[in-house]
């Protein structure tokens, strides 16, 4: 198994590699990038964007990025009217030599590789912070929002789908059917709406709050007024990114059952007089479970990382999602790649772990005779 693991662990590498690098051709293709942003701002408002850009403040995003038009500018009339007409070169290389893009596009890659084997990350463009503090800052929405949909969706899909297993074919099977296929085609973020409408004081009842992750007296409460505080905020988000979830689980869970128990093992089992619900947890549950317990940490990774973003809009809840947009729509290219690599990195990990589950639920797999 160690073999195994280390061999696995070396995988990771030109994976990853190779991720960062088909992404790092796709963006250099790209039309666009963050001087071309910030040429257009400047030369499509004038004057106007000049003084609003290069004034920079504590609330611009694009102040950090354009520091060096301070100096360009000259602080008077002549500068913003330059900046009107068009930038001049020397400007232009300035920001090219700040962004790094004066450099060949191998060179800014390689030298982005070693970075990140440091896990030097950069700071992003128009943050004027270091990409590990925004991911961090921003990390607490999205564990909310991945750990309790996935652990909420397990719970409530793998007992479901014994249930409907066991009654195959009969009215509770066909209903919950109906009811959960439903909801996988309602989309998310149009139930969040819903929602809001309902119980969050749109038209009829104001009963849950309607934004942010906790309230703004958070910490002038108790401790057990805070857990309540944020459970609270968590159930009409969590609500919105369930309606969808039970759909795949519940099936899967049934059709593992339903393989499981036409088996032959299970038929000796109940001709030995074995209790049904001995036959069903003692024999076919460890077999059933082996490909659904398996998923979870992948299925954790999928939560935590990706879908959230219309909720995160909705309920006013600044994740991760809502960053990533924000970077790919700003081109901000350190936040975009630092993300990617370790998102893409825990992907891979988790996937180690999935197979590892494998063997902790059915010792029976042995991934070292495979091999071979």
């Known amino acids: 198994m160690l073999s195994y693991i280390a061999r696995r662990l070396l995988l990771v590498v030109p994976t990853l590699l190779g991720i960062l690098f088909i992404n790092f051709i796709v963006v250099q293709a790209a ?19 000049t003084a609003r850009l290069t004034g920079g403040g504590a609330g611009s995003e694009t102040g950090p990025a354009l520091a060096p038009l301070q100096g360009q500018s000259g602080g008077g009339p002549q500068g913003i009217y330059r900046g009107a007409q068009g930038l001049p070169p020397e400007l232009i290389a300035q920001l090219e030599r700040q962004f790094g893009f004066d450099r060949p596009a191998h060179e800014r890659f390689l030298k982005m590789l070693w970075d990140y084997l440091r896990f030097d990350f950069g700071t992003s463009y128009f943050r004027d912070r270091t990409v590990i503090e925004l991911i961090l800052e921003k990390m607490p929405v999205s564990i909310s929002l991945g750990v309790w949909t996935t652990l909420l969706t397990y ?67 108790s401790w057990p007024e805070r857990i309540l505080d944020y459970l609270w905020h968590m159930v009409l988000p969590i609500s919105a990114m369930l309606v969808g979830s039970f759909a795949t689980l519940t099936m899967l869970t049934k059709n593992s059952f339903l393989e499981e128990i036409n088996k032959q093992y299970v038929i000796t089992a109940r ?3 074995l209790s049904p619900r001995r036959v069903l947890y003692g024999h076919v549950f460890r077999n059933a479970m082996l490909i659904v317990i398996a998923g979870f940490p992948a299925a954790f990774v999928g939560m935590l990382f990706t879908g959230a973003l219309l909720i995160e809009i909705i309920f006013s809840l600044d994740g991760l999602g809502l960053l990533g947009y924000e970077a790919a729509l700003n081109r901000d290219y350190p936040l975009m790649f630092g993300t990617l690599y370790i998102f893409t990195l825990l992907g891979l990990i988790m996937k180690i772990v999935s197979d590892l589950t494998y063997v902790v639920v059915d010792p029976r797999i042995d991934f070292e005779a495979r091999a071979v």
């Open 271 to 273: 001709a030995k007089g």
């Open 31 to 49: 039309p666009g990038g963050p001087i071309e942003k910030i040429i257009s701002e400047l030369t499509a408002t004038g004057a106007g964007a």
């Open 155 to 221: 719970l409530v899909s793998i007992p479901l789908g014994i249930a409907k297993a066991v009654r195959d074919g009969s009215r509770f099977d066909v209903w919950t059917s109906a009811v959960i296929v439903v909801g996988y085609a309602i989309p998310s973020f149009l139930f969040a709406l819903l929602l809001i409408v309902l119980f969050a004081g749109g038209s009829y009842w104001q009963i849950f709050p309607l934004r942010g992750l906790v309230s703004d007296n958070f910490w002038e409460l």
